[in-house]
């Protein structure tokens, strides 16, 4: 409104306001930044207040005092201002310690971007012989006051010069925002530490409004004694609105929710926790308190309220122990982190229920643990627990390591190295347990029988239903099934790459240490951990395994090595091979894909195979590796197929994102992904191989998408034959794709024989589909790259033929390498260490994890404790036969919902197909 009133607004008369001069562009709406080391007083001066005028009593600087800021400023389009309701400065919050007020020259400056035309054409409002009187004067509130008489406001306008400098200090602070961080009306010390601004500059602001501080503290009292109560947001009433712009009841209040969000100022949470904790000693009638009334109990809030914490016993009480390192140039690297001997003592002897995937006598615990490692043997029976703890195996712990890197503070890495049960919680659901459907046909059972060398390895009836029990745990918060051990920031091992070895190093001892000598639990009894495998992605596994033989030594002209667990890449021996019986399976464990030995070599694991310590992870292969792969071909040739309409290759984009988003609200998802874009499919011309950067969720979205989408192309009678039988066999291949994942997922940390047999089929059946689509699409067009994920993904569906032809009744599951939750643990736990101090982020962090996981913990029991409470079931209220079918199919979101869906979509490709 104030923009669009400007716009409209006669030149002044006056020749010397109106004096037309050329341009000062500025290419950024954001202030010029100071030089470091030279820093203005009058930066960062107060606005007066219309008191001090008459006390004789203002903040305006020297004549003589020189600006550093230039009076250049951009003609760029800003957003409608609101009229505010006049609060004096006094009303105003106070600073806090440390905070520096926006500076009267950077309203100023964005209040004169307003007053010119947009892109910088026509008139000016203001002249530079204005700015040139404004800095000679001093920048002083007379001069200010002519320039906002020369844009023609005046008192009979109704607005006075208090509402349009608070309204420029509004905006200011908008700009601010994208270069520092600006709380309320200030800057924080630790925002400028954030954004860059050097140390100098840091100390002169500091000073500067120390003298202020000083100069006015007798004039604030004063003021504050005689200004009104300070209103609790910025609301806007009917009339301080435009006649010609009312607004409804609701729009008015949620313009007063956004003003009262700007003006509120946010706290850190140790500030929150502590005057939580002032509020309780004041209700208590204590105020004798060390940090009392006066305040102090902000000055260190954060070690207040640690000490709290620890004083009500809220966290897991694990001790933090200390790693040191020393580098070359002498330099002493100290990192905090949860020793595992400590971490699973705790763990033990308090909340064994995490450790052990729930609540068990001493009986029910050993049938448990000697219950897995028997079905474990099945698959790998050369593992060192069976010769050194073979008599032992039912006070014997399996783990897991993960290790993965995060975003830290400056878009640095945060290595996080965590350690993990493979047993799941039981958590409490109200869905019903359904069959899982897997019923192979009597050939596929005989395809994968026993061979004639192994005899059926079969469990006892208790060990059998111990094993079916047993879940994965993917289930559930991260927290509280994957814990931590270090967390590296990317400032130290960037800058020492030698920590994260020593530290890994130091690490297999204490885990080697582990599997020997173990702790001791419940009833003085020991209890020994043999590591599983180490859980990550390709990458982290090439990094800390030193691996020779990965994914990064393809070979484009000659045949090079690129599988750490077989001779796939050699001469003769093609690592693309996915039949059935691929010609590298004999080359399994045959030698070692590294030169020199791994840092975690000397954990207990198979002297034999000792690379398949590193195991594979199919949330990486397929969601974040091979599904986007086949998203991406299938989109990119059903557009060059022309049945997302005609045109160039963004526009048919946007028709197949109009397809998907159609998708998506009759299935109620939310997709993270807001369009379809070149750079989302990472296509840069007709040589890429198209694939998609979603996430994981969004990845297997699409999938179900396409099943309904090829689907409806399929049945359109313009498609032709041929491209009819392609379209089949996409939707046959995503949907072997998705039935493969969704088995996993329905099944637990063991899958029966049959059920074994239905996961290799549908594996097997993707496998063949996307070799056929890529044979289909080699020579005409870059769709389905075969990548060393899929080699990975045939090396899985290897090992589970292998389980079944040894007669295994039971099959351990892939997802017992899962890494979907462990992803999601790094993330949390990166973010918390940018928001906390980087002088202390790997312990802080870690205590942070200890707080939370203890009230994750404590809530997950009083959820299962309730869950198990017998109620008396309600009788059903009796019902017409009609309104029963019609609430069942209410209730029925997914397969009716999908058939209407699949008709629509149908219909709709058959109108766009035809227009």
Known sequence: AFKQELDHMEPPQDPVMAAPVEELPLAKEELPQVDEGSVSVDDYTFLPSPESKTQGKTNDASPGAASTVPPSAAATETPPLRTLPDVADSARPAPKAGEVRISQTAIYHRMRRVMYPKGGKGQKRVSDEVVKQWEKGGKSRKTLEQVFQSCGYNADMGLKHDEFAMEMEMIAADCLEQDMVVEGQYVSEEGMEEWGWSRSRREAVKQANSSRDSHSKAHSKAEKREAPEPEEGLTCTREELSSDEELSGEDAEALAAEDLARSERKKVPAVTAGGMRRAAIEERGDLSDADGAKGGWKKNAQRTAWRTFHKFGIGWRVPLSTFEWTASNGEIVVLKYLAPKDLIHFLLNNTPDILLG??????????HLQSFWAAYRQLHPSHKVYTTHDSDLAYTLPLLLHGDEGRGKRRTGTMIVSLETPFGLDFPSKKRKRDCGCHPSPMELNKYQAQPGYAANSLGPDALRAVQNMRTNTKGHSFLQRWPLV????????????????????????????????VVGPHNHIFCCAMLGLKADMKWHTQIGGLSRSYENQGRVRDLQCCHECLGGSPGISWEDFQEFPVWEQTVHVSRPWTSDPVLLQIPFNDAAPESFYQKDPFHIGKLGTLRDVVGSCVFWCLEKGFFGMGDVPSKL?????????????????????SFSKNLFCYKSRRSFPWTNTKGSDTVLLCRWLCVQLTGFQVDPSTSSGDRAVLQL???????????YDRMYLHGLFLDRQCAVALCR???????????????CLGSMNLFAIKPKQHMWKHTLVEI???????????LSPLCYNCEGNEDSVGRLARLSRRLDSRGISGRVLQCFLVKAYMLHRRYRKSNASSKVVRPSKPLRPQRAKDMKCSKMRRSRGGGGKARLLCLGISRMMSLSGS
């Open 358 to 367: 729930g609540d068990f006598s001493d009986h029910d615990r050993a049938v």
């Open 487 to 518: 967390v590296i920031p990317g400032i130290v091992y960037k800058q020492n790459p030698d920590v994260a070895y020593s530290f890994h190093k130091m690490l297999a001892q204490q885990l080697k240490a582990l599997f020997y000598e173990g």
């Open 762 to 776: 549908d594996g097997n059946s993707f496998m063949a589909g996307y070799c056929l689509l890529a044979q289909h």
């Open 730 to 740: 996409m939707c046959q291949t995503v949907h072997a794709a998705l039935s493969y």
């Open 654 to 674: 946007i028709t197949a994102f109009g397809a998907f988003r159609l998708y998506c609200n009759g299935v109620g998802a939310s997709p993270a992904l807001r």
């Open 801 to 811: 033929r292998h389980q079944l032809s040894r007669g295994s009744q039971v099959v």
